[in-house]
């Protein structure tokens, strides 16, 4: 058989993978029919590692001979005849008729699943249930799942929820190691890029180069590429600056978020959900930590710049920046009180 670009591809990514032992048992153990559980729930923020575990997973798929469909909900209609018209596709078939018979034994992998948010109650109530109960589905997003996934007592016998988080140093360490980055400098960029795997990632592309930075501001279109995953699919201008200011201030809060994108403040603030948004959206290998001072200033001036960048072809939100302070300053002392005459 005439080897494809993709099998080299898929060679490629699996000498590199790094981590996710959990989530690959779960898969694992499903697929070999060591566990009950037929749906997997994979979330975690944007540059986290969704892509490259799926992505895993479909090579582990094939190996033991399923077939796998990995459909991009970022390319799907979110109705339920999008959908089934896009498995349909992905399995090469005629775009009518039954689908889920059409996937006994399969695996069905969902990437970008919150894109599909308008439909997650049919695929729970309807799509899903009709499948073969060999099948195998993998839902992966930025959002947790819908509390019913986790509270219907049947899908909590068949669903496990997974939350991706950060490499530790070990894991950090190791994806730099693959991707051919000296030791002398790895200890360094784990510090630096703190974990995010996409950062860790993108610093190892450039260290490779011979560029080792000592700051991510010395490398701003790092800086870009990161904001660009975090903002990706903002549903507006008000809510890309709105982001971007989360992205970049030591506190938000709502009243924040007025004074730079005005009356579209309760939509943003809604999308954020608390001001914690900092913590929970934007890699942490952007989050200024306290007492980072002159640097913490250096990192937040890159991701200001790259906001235009992180939206190719919208044109630069109109609203105000966020001031450089958002923490009032304490009271200058005044004159000491004069002591009583003895």
Excluded at 29 to 39: I, K, Q, W, Y
Excluded at 93 to 112: C, M
Excluded at 193 to 208: E, N, S, T
Aim: include cysteine; glycine fraction near 10%.
């Amino acid at each position: 058989m005439t080897t494809q670009l993709g099998d080299l591809l898929d060679e490629a990514r699996r000498r590199t993978f790094v981590g996710r032992r959990r989530e690959l048992a779960s898969f694992d153990d499903a697929l070999e029919g060591r566990s009950s559980r037929r749906v997997l729930l994979v979330h975690g923020p944007g540059g986290i590692g969704k892509t490259t575990l799926l992505l895993e997973l479909r090579t582990r798929g094939r190996d033991v001979g399923r077939a796998v469909v990995l459909l991009d909900a970022r390319e799907i209609d979110p109705s339920p005849e999008g959908f089934e018209h896009a498995v349909l596709a992905a399995l090469g078939e005629p775009p009518s008729g039954p689908v889920a018979g059409r996937l006994a034994g399969a695996v069905l992998l969902v990437d970008g699943y919150e894109q599909l948010g308008p439909i997650d109650g049919w695929l729970r109530q309807a799509f899903l249930p009709a499948l073969p109960a060999d099948a195998l589905v993998v839902l992966a997003g930025r959002d947790a799942p819908a509390s019913p996934w986790r509270t219907d007592p049947g899908w909590r016998s068949l669903v496990a929820v997974r939350r991706l988080d950060h490499f530790d140093e070990a894991e950090s360490d190791e994806l730099l190691a693959l991707a051919g980055v000296a030791p002398p400098v790895r200890a360094h960029l784990v510090r630096l890029g703190r974990g995010h795997p996409l950062a860790m990632a993108l610093l190892a592309d450039v260290a490779v180069t011979g560029t080792v930075p000592d700051s991510l501001a010395e490398v701003p279109d790092l800086v870009s590429a990161l904001l660009e995953t975090l903002l990706r699919g903002a549903p507006s201008d008000a809510h890309m600056s709105g982001l971007a200011a989360c992205a970049t201030a030591w506190l938000t809060t709502e009243d924040l978020l007025r004074k730079v994108v005005g009356a579209d403040a309760p939509a943003v603030w809604g999308l954020a959900g608390t001001a914690a948004v900092h913590r929970q959206r934007a890699p942490r290998a952007l989050a200024p930590r306290p007492g980072q001072g002159r640097a913490g200033r250096r990192v937040r001036a890159p991701l200001a710049g790259a906001v235009p960048v992180a939206a190719p072809g919208r044109p630069r939100p109109r609203g105000r920046r966020p001031a450089r302070r958002h923490r009032p300053r304490p009271p200058a002392p005044g004159p000491a009180p004069a002591l009583p005459a003895p």
